[in-house]
């Protein structure tokens, strides 16, 4: 059986949507987990037409003494009977093949920790836009550590077993929680396969509203759960003899302060916010920023922001001159 976990909070919009695509599943052995982080709309209501509906879906509150999505997701796999692991945030969708596909795609005897097939996107509805999640090519530790992620969250079936070794997500991040949890399983070595032939059975939402309202919030949010995944794998690379490693660390560094940056150019924020943001992100990555090569990098890049200039290729220059 696959276990489909969907957490949810304040998603009453969007949440039947996504148990609607674990309900159309082609795939007929699955069992579907909503775990609520306190909803303070009516997502439980909408939930719960479900729970009454099909045996299969199963609804828990989180009651713990700590919020978000890493402490539902945690809460669901604890309760899960599957021996699969699918984690479907309560915005996204997933296609009617999608657990058909993933169960074909297991061969027991390879003994694989997780597997990772292509994911699609949309604004509004499926098919409003063409961008497929499906570049695989590279070293995918090195590039979560630069944070040029290959796969994201739902694009990843796990067997439940290897999740239980890795202790699930770590409930201490409010941000990067999906990204947290991949470095951690390819820097353990753990076996798995990319099904990149296959055509994407999920769909990830671009919900444009969804910084509306204050972005600053969000940016200070990214920051916080950049500069803690940041110094957590710094240590975890040193402890594992693996330091050399800990230079693609400033490609993370780089993708949060050239964000900020592009906020303030579409004016998304106000420049006392963005000096704000950046003063505080400097100050907080001071450790990992410690040459006058990066320095001088830094320096420059601000710099040139300051003129609110957006020319082709040049976050990636800069990216690669800060991480060699």
Request: charged share 25%.
């Amino acid at each position: 059986m696959i276990s489909v976990i969907i957490p949810n909070y304040n998603n009453a919009n969007y949440v039947s949507d996504s148990i609607e695509s674990v309900v159309n599943q082609s795939f007929i052995d699955w069992e579907l987990i909503v775990v609520d982080d306190l909803s303070t709309d009516n997502s439980w209501d909408v939930i719960q037409t479900y729970v009454r509906k099909f045996d299969n879906i199963s609804s828990f509150k989180n009651y713990s003494n700590k919020k978000g999505g890493s402490v539902c997701r945690n809460i669901g796999l604890e309760k899960s009977k599957g021996s699969y692991v699918l984690f479907l945030d309560s915005d996204d969708v997933l296609s009617n093949f999608c657990l058909k596909n993933r169960f074909e795609a297991i061969d027991i005897k390879e003994n694989l920790d997780f597997y990772v097939n292509p994911m699609a996107t949309f604004y509004n509805e499926i098919g409003d836009s063409n961008f497929i999640w499906n570049q695989f090519e590279g070293n995918h530790l090195i590039r979560f550590l630069s944070h040029n992620l290959p796969w994201q969250t739902m694009m990843v079936l796990w067997k439940k077993d290897a999740l239980i070794n890795l202790n699930g997500f770590d409930v201490d991040f409010c941000r990067l929680q999906d990204v947290e949890l991949h470095t951690r399983a390819l820097l353990f070595n753990l076996k798995y396969k990319i099904n990149s032939s296959f055509p994407a059975d999920c769909y990830y939402r671009i919900d444009e509203k969804r910084f509306s309202i204050d972005y600053s919030s969000y940016l200070e949010n990214k920051i916080d759960g950049s500069i803690i995944y940041i110094y957590k794998f710094l240590d975890l690379l040193d402890n594992l003899n693996k330091k050399q490693m800990s230079k693609y660390l400033k490609g993370t560094f780089f993708v949060i302060l050239s964000e900020i940056c592009l906020a303030f150019v579409l004016k998304k924020i106000d420049e006392s916010e963005k000096n704000f943001l950046i003063e505080d992100f400097l100050k907080k990555s001071s450790t990992l920023i410690y040459s006058k090569k990066d320095n001088l990098l830094v320096s420059i890049y601000l710099f040139l922001n300051k003129f609110k200039l957006r020319i082709k290729g040049v976050n990636y220059l800069f990216k690669m001159l800060i991480i060699s």
